[in-house]
């Protein structure tokens, strides 16, 4: 889940320490053999091996973060996959001889409000129908005090949909600052916005209570209970029952509450606020779709999302944003300031801290940790987890929650302890830097990104190439869109015979072999593995599909407004070319969000089948609507409804789409791929079938445990992301002038180092900085320059000190590193004071 907001004084503070922090061992890893946790396995050489350097990784519940230290300590467990926020587990961490940590930046913590109304279903009143009412919580919040007290100081506060530690953040300084002192903790005002809002929907205060059609009017809090939540959510239905309205604490874990806030009706009345998370799994560096995903339909199918109604205006913005439709950078900064306005305003999300979050581990245990995600979010955590003395071995690994929702490769669940594990499973076409968050290849040899002219796009590493020409035309064989009817795709040449043009072409060169390799189940891949993905991704938006699912059609949308088409320039080798009118700040982002996956085409059609016949349905939002399970292919009564369309599958030698998918299938391939999956369901249990570095062993639900053991077949090497270790985050020293005399210059040095040496000029991207007057308004912002020796010198000159007045002012600066996308700050507060006069001569002392 995501260090600094605001860019106050207690954010620095806290920084500070996170980088001295951070200077302690990281995580990456061999393990030992199968068999009781601590039995020593073979020493052995990475570079020897092929594939996970684990032979096996047993995962077990455990919401009780009291206890982790102690299970690690104990040698019962290794890992902890939640960042823990608690200070006394932190302190017992720090001291612990057997147990170590790893810190990460990407959590927050929010209220989810839900604005459904402004009646529910039952005819009560829901306050927070209300965008004014919403707007208000952002006033009532003491942001503050929840970031020191409730949390320890393992937090800052949070105001906007930007993770404060990633560089849109640093980017935006100026405007965020600007909009934390506009909400800022103000009880009184918030106060007095809901009285009039609340009167204007018909309520009355009564003897200190807020009446409705002759009944209190009800607010619930739903409250998640493993974490710092609770506390949070106590303190939120106080400052509830404070203004008067009768509140229901809902005290839930993850999967409770899930099944309310997520998979529930909003429009049923059974909670108004939740105490959201969320993890960043990397390090984001374009947040431009935040606005969409946080805040329109288009963001996610849940019934919640489809109840959004943002304003009309941020609406569109919010869509541009998530597109790309900009033509410069200076515009794009504009839509995003102005998306930061809108979104307060919208406030169906009131952000109140990012964390720093704690992850757990045994001083044994290494891996490649994410500086957003941590553990749970590391994308590289299968790839390189490991013993320190050795390479084999069982690993136990303990989360807070197992099978939180149904597992399916279409619209399974989202939970971050789900995908962690599923992501062990499955390979990945490139990988994000865990430190930068550019990416790497995993799975293609190369890339070249084409641009039109003008287009604000940039390239940093040399595997991938970035070219501009005046127009991009995109060739006629190019398909761009499907006919469900004919189960075929349709060409630019056809929809388009006059031509189209495109803002962005993006050629992948796949790895040599890419297709030569095996599924979990022992199906030989095929080209067919990516071709019905796409066929989904439309066939699922088509009316008239029996697969049409209406949650899935506003994300839908926003792709068929910036995809302009893709080819298969090549099989052998495998060349793929994509046009797109949507674009990110990186190349690597481009590369990254246009390659196509592979996903095993004869589970997929299984789980097709189901659907088609309503047995089942991919999307809980669909599941609702057809009266049906949401499907899981790993565990619960799904599986024996898979098993008879498996079954049939097999007896009609099942291909979907023939018309097109014929031409990527081998003759007898269908036939084939079920007896192996069928297999593969006797041997394991399940239907989860892919083509990670770890397979899916065993699944048991009421034990709360899953089992993952080592893909033998995989075929990189061993070592091949080892060198991901510890992150080269900036620590700064900030020296300068407590009191600056009027007509006087202040002097003031950042030092800038790592590990106790000067840090690489070279490697820093910008140093910036902003001094704020007593009234915290913005007096002067500018770049520093260095002056060697890891030293950043600022001088304020006389006049520049003068429009400060007299009083207390904020200097503040924000140092951007190429090594690490994490923005470093440092603060200083100082005095301006007049001149004191000098006596005249004759005149009294």
Known sequence: MMSKIGLTATALLLVGIVGALFLRPEVTSPDQPSGRVGDRGAVGDPAERTGALVDQIVFTQESDVGKVTGLIESGTHHLFGQGVSSTTVFQRLRDSE????????????????????????????????????????????????????????LAVPRYLPLNTVFPDYARLAEVARALELRYQHDPERAERVIRVEMERLGASFENGQWMYQGQPVRVSVLIRTEDARKRVGDYVA?????????????????????????????????????????????????LADNFSYYYTPRGRPEPLWQVYTPDP????????????????????????????????????????????????????????????????????????????????????????SLLTE????????????????????????????????????QRIDRAEVTVQEGVPVIRSHDWLTLDTLPEIEVPEDTWIDWDTTSGRFVTVGERHPEGITARTRTRVYYEAGFLDRDWHDGSPMSLADMVLPWILTFERAEEDSPLHDPSHVPTFEVFQRHFRGWRIVSRDPLVVEIYSDQIYPDAE??????????????????GMRAEISGDLAFSSNKADRMAVTWMNLVAGPSLPILDRHREAALADDYLPFPATLGDFTEPGEATRRFLALAEWRDQRGHYWVGDGPFYLHSVHPLERAIVLRRFEDFPDPSDKWLRFTQPAIPELELDGPMVVTSGESADFTLRVSFLGEPYPEDEIESVQYLLFDGTGSLARKGTLSPAGDGAWPLRLEPEELATLGSGANSLELAVISRLVALPSFASQVFATVPARETPQPGGQP
């Open 98 to 153: 057997r147990a170590t940590y790893a810190l990460a930046y990407g959590s927050s913590m929010e209220l989810t409000v839900n604005p459904a109304g402004p009646h529910f279903a039952n005819g009560e009143l829901n306050p927070f129908h209300v965008s004014e009412i919403r707007e208000a919580l952002n006033r009532l919040i003491n942001r503050r005090y929840v970031a020191e007290e409730l949390y320890g100081g």
């Open 238 to 286: 106080n400052l509830m029952e404070d203004l008067g309205f009768r509140v229901e604490r809902l005290y839930r874990t993850a999967e409770e509450a899930s099944r309310i806030w997520i998979a529930g009706d909003p429009h049923s009345g059974r909670w108004h606020l939740y105490t959201g998370g969320w993890i960043s799994t990397v390090i984001n560096r374009d």
């Open 313 to 400: 205006e941020f609406d569109e913005i919010a869509d541009r944003l998530q597109r790309r439709d900009y033509t410069d950078w200076d515009e794009r900064q504009a839509l995003m300031t102005r998306a930061l306005e809108l979104a307060m305003a919208d406030s169906v999300r009131i952000w109140v801290v990012d964390q720093l979050n704690v992850f757990p581990h045994s001083r044994e245990v290494e891996l490649a940790v994410d500086l957003a995600g941590g553990i749970s979010g590391s994308r590289l955590w299968p790839y390189t987890i490991r013993f320190r003395d050795r390479v084999g071995g069982s690993v136990v690994f303990a989360v807070p």
């Open 406 to 441: 149904p597992w399916n490769p279409v619209a399974g669940s989202n939970w971050i302890f789900d995908t962690m594990i599923i992501r062990a499973l499955a390979d990945i076409e490139l990988v994000p830097d865990p430190f930068t968050g550019l990416y790497w290849p």
């Open 589 to 606: 982002t481009i590369v990254s969000a246009r390659t196509p996956s592979i996903s095993p085409w004869h589970a997929l059609a299984m």
